[in-house]
């Protein structure tokens, strides 16, 4: 009987403890986690918006202008002047430049008959040989990348007539100051020439002293002699002369001449 009481008291002693302890467990407040003082505030979203570019106004100006200088029977010189360099307003050098034989050609792009290639002057010349006699062309610029001036439609520029002669030179003498020279004026044509005109540039500072055997009328470096009375009829493939003493500091390995009637 006592063993068994104790046996019954101990068990009430431990459920006491264990309802005790959990007790204590359950009041016993749980571990916090500690709070920062300061807290970062965070880094703004860059703005993805593109920066507009802005436009270039390019001056109220022909980005390249040209003009006819000069003519032959077969040749038209064309003198240019770029403006601006490079786009936006402007072109790349070296140009190119086209002829055409009428102008609704060359306002449309279309059948070009010649083009040449100008160095990389900003103003230069260029010429363009193989052309017809007698015939009017107009031209136009292109630049390296094929962009196409919408300007500039130039001319009409006609080449001269094919000639009824032809002269040549031959100096005969020279020395420190000047020099002699013959010139020899033949008939290309198919019929007699009636009156025959000779003309040159000097290519420094010759000048025209006397002539003989023509008629000259020269402009300080422009020379322009005309047939004398007696030797202005010239038969089909024959020849005249005149004679001429020119002075110079330097003279001149020949001198190119055009002849017309």
């Known amino acids: 009987m006592l063993r068994t009481l104790g046996v019954v008291l101990t068990a009430v002693t431990l459920a006491a403890v264990a309802g005790v302890t959990a007790a204590g467990a359950a009041d016993t407040p749980a571990a916090s986690t500690p709070v920062p003082l300061w807290t970062p505030s965070p880094s703004p979203t860059p703005s993805l918006t593109p920066t507009p570019t802005p436009t270039v106004a390019c001056p109220p100006a022909l980005p390249i202008s040209g003009m006819v200088t000069g003519v032959t029977a077969t040749s038209v010189t064309i003198s240019y002047s770029l403006m601006f360099s490079g786009p936006p307003c402007g072109y790349d050098l070296p140009m190119t430049v086209l002829l055409f034989t009428s102008r ?42 094929a962009r196409r001036d919408p300007y500039v439609i130039g001319g009409p520029a006609r080449t001269e007539p ?33 009156g025959w005109l000779v003309r040159w540039r ?17 402009s300080a470096a422009d020379v322009t002699v005309r047939n004398a009375p007696y030797n202005g009829t010239v038969a089909p493939g024959g020849t ?11 003279v001149p390995a020949g001198i190119t001449m055009t002849c017309g009637s």
Request: proline share 4%.
């Open 104 to 145: 609704d050609d060359a306002a449309k792009w279309q059948n070009p008959v010649a083009e040449a290639v100008t160095g990389l002057e900003r103003n230069g010349q260029v010429t363009l040989d193989g052309l017809t006699p007698d015939t009017e062309y107009w031209f136009r610029f292109s630049d390296v990348e």
């Open 162 to 194: 094919l000639s009824p002669c032809g002269a040549t030179a031959t100096i005969d003498a020279r020395w420190g100051s000047g020099f002699v020279a013959t010139v020899t004026v033949r008939n290309t044509g198919s019929e007699a020439l009636d």
């Open 202 to 218: 000097w290519s420094g500072d010759e000048r025209i002293q006397s002539v003989w055997g023509g008629v000259p009328d020269n």
């Open 240 to 250: 005249t002369t005149f004679g001429l003493l020119a002075s110079a500091s330097t």
